[in-house]
């Protein structure tokens, strides 16, 4: 148990599906983030939050919609998804963003899109 | 492009022998460095860190070795047990930056 926790663990949706992944930390932690694994690729930051405001957005597509509404829950929002987007989606904490310290994961959420 | 990357993508170790899982990054101004190990089904879980004033650093069972003149990293594992079986990813902190950039991990399996 690391102090993440991330919901659901899996999630089948159409590609007309709206769903949503929910993480939380319960570390006191200031930064938090969304990571894309894909197999056999390194894993990919999508989105870092810091004391509630997105500091970095690395090129994901639209469909993907991030939302932090305190600095202990971090959303994940999601619609028309295509087939190329299932993977694991790992979401991690640290304490602050400016580096220098590990970053904590979730046990991540399996989602496949049909 | 500056990457972290790892030599070996799989690593077969009998169990009881010692496993080293090496990795190379191409940015000299990174200056903080993380091992996880990743199990089936779950999320990556914090090993051991170093930093770049350290070229060595040890904790249970592992130990992380920094090499900056070749810039290598080295995760040494003693008597490796089944429970080791997973895949390491070392990860890289870039002076300046508010990431960690990953490898793509070698999967270690332990031989019982």
Known sequence: ETGVTQTPRHLVMGMTNKKSLKCEQHLGHNAMYWYKQSAKKPLELMFVYSLEERVENNSVPSRFSPECPNSSHLFLHLHTLQPEDSALYLCASSQEITGGTEAFFGQGTRLTVV | ?112
Request: charged fraction near 20%; include cysteine; charge should be neutral.
């Open chain 2, 1 to 112: 492009g500056e990457s972290v990357g790892l030599h070996l993508p799989t690593l077969s170790v009998q169990e009881g022998d010692n496993s080293i899982i090496n990795c190379a990054y191409s940015n000299s101004a990174s200056d903080y460095f993380i091992w996880y190990k990743q199990e089936s089904g779950k999320g990556p879980q914090f090993i051991i860190d170093i930093r770049s004033n350290m070229d060595k650093r040890q904790g249970q069972r592992v130990t992380v070795l920094l090499n900056k003149t070749v810039k290598h990293l080295s995760l040494q594992i003693a008597a490796t047990q089944p429970g080791d079986s997973a895949v390491y990813f070392c990860a890289e902190d870039r002076a300046g930056s508010y990431q960690l950039t990953f490898g793509k991990g070698t999967k270690l399996s332990v031989i019982p």
